[in-house]
């Protein structure tokens, strides 16, 4: 197969591909090693269906036969550093690590053990065999038991800093899986003093990181002058970038300053959108510590940051937060139950409404038009009014 593949404007490549794998990820990972490239990949295929727009590779199903133009490029994500100097150096890679992409707001099921001290792993070794020969337990030291808490505890941070009750009971669990001699004489599953003592340990390693100026945690910080409970801010599943420190070099004022170039440029007739795009990027994170700090109303988010409030923005906002392309996993979520929901509305024969929208493909069965019967088929199914869940409008083309 002869593939056109364009990596920017002034590096397209032609490529030859003898055999095409059977999945997406397969052949992310063949155009790495043709293209010379690393990362997460998102591969786009000119789709005839829609006059040669780009589209995302969902299935190598969909990529024309004998030849296609992609369009290729990696992920990236920017990393929001703080000016605060962290205690070590494996910490701060560690957490530089947690703010890729890919990254959730969850820790990893079965939860991995890090690796801990080199003094520590051989003692663990000689432990583990002993423990495996006549199921003796290890005695450790109090300065042992604080340095696997310690790493621990950063492990944990870098998936979520506020861990659950059953998130703290799997990293207990998966630690003394993997270094049973750790197993604690006496208790029921081996591990209940270990959870304990992790809760304390990243308390602690919190209030650290708080201190050393980490907005994420500084944001709940509660001064003297406050009475009853307060509200914890955290960030919800999937939230990478919850609350990121200010880009180096600039400050609060400097960012305020860019805002207001920004709303300036919003109230133009001809709106630069590359410009646009620019400014919400670079003013991510004090958007970001607005609305969590201050938790403004819609309307004084809407007066502030206008550009947000447009799909493109929407869009970008949402991979800024998240790392994840909002359209790209909508439609691929909607992909995977089309075929079975339009089955599903064949059989309802009885309802007018579907009965129409079905019909609808008999002239044009794309994807696109696809996914939109299925959406606007859901609330006839459902038996609801249509008007109260979708609202129809005619869109006028206006030129400048």
Known sequence: MLLRIILSEDDIRKVTIDNLPETVENFHILLKTKLGLEGDLVVQYQDPEFDNELCNLSSISELPKEKATLKVYTKTFTTYNTDSTLDTASLSSTLEEGSSGGQTRQLPQPFVIPAFSFDVELKLKQGNEAYHKDGSLLDISKDMKSDILEKLAEAMYVHNPYPTRDEYDCVAQALINKHPCLK????????????????????????????????????????????????????????????????????????????SVLVSEMKKRK???????????????????????????????????????????????????????????????????????????????????????????????????KRTVLLLGLPHFLKEDPSHIFKTVEVSIVSY
């Open 184 to 259: 604690e004489p006496g208790s029921v599953n081996g591990w209940y003093c270990w959870k304990f003592s992790l809760k304390f340990k990243m308390g602690n390693f919190r209030q650290r990181l708080r201190v050393a100026g980490c907005p994420e945690l500084k944001v709940n910080t509660r001064t003297s002058s406050q009475t009853g409970s307060k509200k914890l801010k955290r960030a919800k599943k999937s939230e990478v970038n919850f609350l990121p420190g200010f880009p180096e070099g600039k400050t609060q004022h400097d960012l305020d300053i860019e805002r």
């Open 271 to 369: 709106v630069d959108w590359r410009q646009i795009d620019e400014m919400m990027f670079n003013t991510f994170s004090l958007r970001r510590k607005e609305i969590v700090e201050d938790e403004p109303l819609v309307a004084q988010v809407k007066e502030r940051w206008p550009a947000l409030f447009s799909e493109r923005q929407v869009e970008a906002e949402f991979a800024r937060l998240t790392s994840v392309d909002l359209k790209g996993s909508l439609f691929a979520g909607l992909d995977q139950y089309l075929e079975r929901f339009l089955e599903l509305y064949k059989t309802k024969s009885g309802i007018a409404g579907l009965t129409r929208l079905i019909k609808c493909l008999d002239d044009d069965s794309s994807t696109q038009r």
